[in-house]
């Protein structure tokens, strides 16, 4: 059967996961841009914009593999479900302080602290829990490029919402309604229809399961790799988010708007290398197009980093965020489609560990080196930075055709030595 744009729909219990998590996320994109303008506002500082993303996303690093654990160990339904009522909890909580007006950077801080551990163990259950909703396993790379374009798609919308409601209703309201976007994911959530959940006997403790988790790494390099891959651009590049409330405020001069629209954009490109993944036929080579892509997203970081004509800045950035969406995506669609289904959990938290665990940090080195170079050549370094990771990709890909053509010996020969 021939895969279509739009295939995984037919899975009813994806369809509704699609509907109640694209509302929940355009809220989690509003609150994202509310944050960083309200802690850009207080404090006037590109390291306290870094500092605020290490304190949503470190905590991650620390828990997703035990997060991986846990989904692979439990009902990963039911540990969705506590995630995401947990995060409406935390999101009530923060609308609840900036509603009243009396809150300070340590408490925006303190909530980011444990969004960044419910996501430890919000992310392994929720990417595993896609897999049980296709039910036909043909259309699973599908349904997580689909994926990748409800999280673009939310990008796009969620801060240019953002934006009109910081300026027009104020802060408070703006992280109200995500704390109401939750109600229609645990909706969607209480109306699928799963397999019946089969506890298994686990003879291994947690961290046993931690270690088998690391040698099926080790025996499958190129799922390895991947992640490695995925660790250095999220250390080094993808932290350049940081830096755009810079560029807004003092760089364009401009409002909320201005930096909810930079960050539209962004989504655009992203929300548009998304579709053009859920569109590729059966079987192509996701390895090189990570490859090819990753060395556009240099390309576009590079072109934006000193443009002064703000049309022209966003259409930079609009490269940016098509090359940026496969990093996630495609290293994604590889672990799915490859690793063993008991392993699933483990391998992704360890997928999740590099994308969450070195954005932090990422995040904290882009801050620091902002203050001492420049926003500008600090995005341009990222972005040189990113061509470097494309080209090690490529060498690696040659390498491994390489390897797969070489003739395998004769058995005859293969115990033959030189003398």
Request: net charge negative; glycine share 12%.
């Given at each position: 059967m021939k895969i279509t744009t739009f295939s995984a729909f037919k899975s009813r219990n994806y369809r509704l996961y699609f509907i109640g998590q694209s509302v929940s996320l355009i809220g989690t994109w509003m609150q994202k841009t509310a944050v960083s303008w309200v802690i850009y506002a207080l404090t006037h500082s590109a390291f306290m914009l870094g500092l605020t993303l290490f304190a949503s996303q470190f905590p991650s690093f620390l828990f997703s593999l035990i997060g991986g654990v846990v989904s692979d160990r439990y009902n990963r339904f039911r540990v969705l479900l506590g995630t995401q009522v947990a995060s409406m909890i935390q999101a009530s909580i923060l609308a609840i302080l900036i509603l009243a007006g009396h809150y300070a950077v340590w408490e925006i801080l303190t909530l980011s602290v444990l969004l960044g551990l419910i996501n430890a163990f919000d992310v392994p259950a929720r990417q595993s829990l896609v897999y049980e909703m296709i039910e036909?396993?043909?259309?699973?790379?599908?349904?997580?490029?689909?994926?990748?374009?409800?999280?673009?798609?939310?990008?796009?919308?969620?801060?240019?919402?953002?934006?009109?409601?910081?300026?027009?209703?104020?802060?408070?309201?703006?992280?109200?309604?995500?704390?109401?976007?939750?109600?229609?994911?645990?909706?969607?959530?209480?109306?699928m229809k799963l397999p019946k959940y089969i506890s298994q006997v686990h003879t291994k403790n947690v961290f046993g399961e931690l270690r088998e988790g690391m040698e099926y790494l080790k025996r499958?390099?190129?799922?390895?790799?991947?992640?490695?891959?995925?660790?250095?651009?999220?250390?080094?590049?993808?932290?350049?988010?940081?830096l755009l409330p810079v560029y807004a405020k003092d760089i364009f001069k401009g409002t909320a708007s201005t930096f909810g629209i930079i960050d539209s954009v962004i989504g655009l490109g992203a929300f548009s290398g998304a579709i053009f993944l859920a569109s590729l036929k059966a079987g192509s080579d996701l390895k090189k197009i990570l490859a090819i892509n990753t060395l556009i997203f240099?390309?576009?970081?590079?072109?934006?980093?000193?443009?002064?004509?703000?049309?022209?800045?966003?259409v930079f950035a609009t490269v940016a965020g098509f090359g940026m969406m496969s990093q996630i995506t495609v290293s994604n669609t590889l672990i799915q489609t490859t690793v063993e289904p008991n392993m699933r959990g483990r391998v992704i938290s360890y997928y999740?560990?590099?994308?969450?665990?070195?954005?932090?940090?990422?995040?904290?080195?882009?801050?620091?080196?902002?203050?001492?170079?420049?926003?500008?050549?600090?995005m341009l370094a990222e972005g040189v930075f990113a061509l470097l990771i494309g080209v090690l990709h490529m060498r690696f890909l040659r390498k491994e055709k390489l390897r797969k053509q070489?003739?395998?010996p004769a058995l005859g020969e293969q115990n033959v030595q030189v003398i």
């Open positions: 036909d396993k043909k259309d699973l790379p599908n349904a997580l490029a689909l994926n990748s374009s409800m999280v673009n798609l939310s990008r796009l919308i969620g801060p240019a919402i953002a934006g009109f409601v910081l300026e027009n209703l104020g802060d408070g309201i703006c992280f109200l309604l995500n704390a109401l976007s939750f109600m229609a994911v645990i909706g969607s959530l209480l109306l499958t390099p190129s799922i390895a790799f991947v992640i490695m891959m995925l660790g250095l651009i999220s250390l080094f590049v993808l932290p350049f988010s940081t240099g390309a576009g970081l590079i072109l934006f980093s000193h443009e002064g004509n703000y049309p022209l800045a966003l999740a560990m590099a994308f969450f665990g070195m954005q932090p940090i990422g995040g904290l080195l882009i801050g620091s080196v902002s203050k001492w170079i420049g926003t500008p050549d600090t070489q003739p395998i």
